[in-house]
């Protein structure tokens, strides 16, 4: 993710993580006071605004692979045991790849819905599928399990695992990612 010689993230990919953080509480606020999305639900703002959040979290999500492809991230810190590493490596890939794969799939659902996908009202998304394409009805209720029961139980893995570093552990694991550390 970017390392400085201290061996804490740089201020870019703190930056990337806490805004990807603070778009996940946003998104999973609206998604919850939304209404359901059901055969002839209309395009509200709130349905539009979970659309639009979407779009910019996986906006956001590839400038934040492309900087830790292109910044290594610091070395894991001294005195964690290896299965920890590895299992906090293979935690922030499922994260990656979850955080890419639900806006597409509801980007896939909204336009089988024949709804349309707008980035805060300055542009629209291509549909991806045609409206009530065969085989893609599916998409929503996948989307809908795996943000509920993949997503936010990886989400309370992570922050967890901080908290135990921090609270537990007493090392640097979590301060590494803090603002101003």
Known sequence: MGERGDGTYTGTAKALHWLVFALLIVQFAIAWTMPHIGRNTPLTALIS???SVGVLIFLVIIIRLAWRMTHPEPRPEEGVPPWQTTSARIIHW???LLLLALPVLGWINASWRGMSVSFFGLFVMPKIVA????????TGDVHALLATYVLLPLVGLHVAAALYHRFV????VMQRMLPGM
């Open 49 to 51: 605004l979970h659309f």
């Open 94 to 96: 499922l994260l990656y």
């Open 131 to 138: 409206t009530r394409g065969a085989g893609w009805g599916w």
């Open 169 to 172: 552990r007493r090392d640097r």
